[in-house]
């Protein structure tokens, strides 16, 4: 191959490597450090009120974690960005709800990032300050929580931090309320799939 062919080729090369669209990339953050703060506080301010500690629960870390990645891979917020409530996330990986919430925090930086510490305060304030969010930390009515925290480097270099705090009380030995028109509307054609 001559060495005119050579650079057309590499030209081309080049110009569809251009066009191709730019894609979001982790950030590398303490994630398991901020989770374990963000549990820490909340079950602290939970004490202040004579509430009593959640627990862990893995089909609603599982939940929140992939809900997290989501909205910090596409800049999204609220409880709907990905086309599903928070009670349909955590059902479809297997926790039986009989009461479902969601705290959600976003934040971006740039140039710099941040830490997981300022991260899970910045986090813990907002939630605080909301009403509902408040509400949310402080349901008596809940018992388990998952926890999930990404962060993404957007084309623009903005670092992208969702947290979501999923809450939940499981049915035991209690019947789960019936399910609503959407979810069985979903269950039908997850079920057709």
Request: one cysteine or more.
């Amino acid at each position: 191959m001559n060495s005119s062919h050579t650079h057309y080729i590499l030209g081309i090369a080049l110009a569809v490597c251009a066009a191709l669209p730019a894609h979001a990339d982790e950030v590398p953050i303490d994630i398991a450090a901020l989770k374990g703060t963000v549990l820490s506080d909340t079950n602290a301010y939970r004490g202040s009120k004579k509430l009593p500690e959640l627990k862990q629960n893995a089909a609603l870390e599982a939940a929140a974690s992939a809900y997290a990645m989501y909205l910090a891979q596409h800049e999204g917020m609220g409880h709907t960005a990905d086309g599903k409530t928070p009670a349909k996330r955590a059902f479809a990986q297997g926790y039986q709800w009989c009461f479902v919430a969601e705290n959600v925090w976003g934040g971006w930086r740039k140039p710099d990032t941040m830490l997981a510490g300022e991260v899970a305060a910045k986090s813990m304030d907002g939630w605080k300050k909301s009403p509902g969010h408040n509400s949310n930390l402080l349901e008596k009515r809940v018992r388990d929580i998952g926890i999930g925290a990404a962060a993404w480097k957007q084309p623009d270099g903005k670092d992208v931090f969702r947290v979501v705090q999923l809450f939940g009380e499981e049915c035991r030995g209690k019947e789960r309320p019936a399910p609503s028109l959407s979810e069985m509307i979903d269950r039908a054609s997850e079920a057709l799939r």
